[in-house]
C-alpha cells in the first residue's frame, strides 16, 4: 500500500544520545515534512524540504537537523536528545509545495521518549 | 501565512450537525483553505479544500463567505467514529512549503 513509513513506532532513549527518525515515502512527493506534536500545543513544524537536495526551517528546528539525499527519504536526527524532546514525532509528504490540490500524506507516528 | 482561530474544544451528540468556524482575518488572495482531521494516534488526514462559496464532498462541506475572512467546516449527522481534532490551514500556491498547524478544534461526540 503506498504510503508513509515511518521507523520506530516508539523508542526510549537516554538523555544526550544520538537518535535518527527514519520516514519513506513511496508515492514520488516532492515535498516532505517533519512535524512535533505536544499535548495542548497541537503540531509544530520542525523541518522541511520542498525537493531532493533542499531543506528548510519550520517553528522549531533547534535541536534536529535533516537531509533530502533522494525523494523517497527524509531522515530526522537528535543530535543529543533532551527530555524536551520527548513527544511524536509525524512524517508527511506532499505532491508539490502549494496548498492548492497538494494535501499532505502523514505517517503514523513516532512516540520518543527521551530520559 | 494567514494566521488561523479555532475553538479550542466542541461537544455535539450522535445524529447531529457539527460546525466548526475558523478565522484568518489576514488570509491573501491567493490563498486555499484546507481542513484536516486527526484521530488518536494517527496522522492527520486531508478532508476538504475550498477557495470560496461551498465546497461539498462525501465527508463534509466547507462554506466560505465571501470576504473570505472565516470558514465552516460542516459535519453532517455526525457519529462517534467522528470525534477527532479539525485542523484549519490558510496557504496559498507559493509558500515554500512551511505549512503550519495550529492546535486545532478537538471535537467530542456524545451517545
Known amino acids: 500500500i503506498a504510503g508513509i513509513t515511518q521507523a520506530p513506532t516508539s523508542q526510549i532513549l537516554a538523555a544526550g544520545r544520538r537518535m535518527t527518525l527514519r520516514c519513506t515515502q513511496d508515492m514520488r512527493h516532492n515535498a516532505m515534512y517533519w512535524y512535533r506534536q505536544d499535548l495542548g500545543l497541537g503540531l509544530r513544524l520542525i523541518h522541511y524540504s520542498n525537493t531532493a537536495g533542499t531543506t528548510g526551517k519550520g517553528e522549531v528546528p533547534d535541536g534536529y537537523s535533516v537531509s533530502r539525499a533522494n525523494t523517497d527519504d527524509f531522515p530526522l536526527t537528535l543530535a543529543s536528545a533532551v527530555p524536551s524532546q520527548t513527544s511524536v514525532y509525524f512524517c508527511a509528504s506532499s505532491p508539490g509545495t502549494g496548498m492548492y490540490n497538494s494535501p499532505l500524506h502523514f505517517g503514523n507516528g513516532t512516540r520518543l521518549t527521551v530520559t | 501565512l494567514a494566521k488561523t482561530t479555532q475553538p479550542i474544544s466542541m461537544d455535539s451528540y450522535e445524529g447531529q450537525e457539527v460546525n466548526i468556524t475558523c478565522s484568518h482575518n489576514n488570509i491573501a488572495t491567493n490563498d486555499y483553505i484546507t481542513w484536516y482531521q486527526q484521530f488518536p494516534s494517527q496522522g492527520p488526514r486531508f478532508i476538504i479544500q475550498g477557495y470560496k462559496t461551498k465546497v461539498t464532498n462525501e465527508v463534509a462541506s466547507l462554506f466560505i463567505p465571501a470576504d473570505r475572512k472565516s470558514s465552516t467546516l460542516s459535519l453532517p449527522r455526525v457519529s462517534l467514529s467522528d470525534t477527532a481534532v479539525y485542523y484549519c490551514?490558510?496557504?496559498?500556491?507559493?509558500?515554500?512549503?512551511?505549512?503550519?498547524f495550529g492546535q486545532g478544534t478537538t471535537l467530542q461526540v456524545k451517545p
Open positions: 490551514l490558510v496557504g496559498g500556491s507559493s509558500n515554500t512549503g512551511k505549512l503550519i
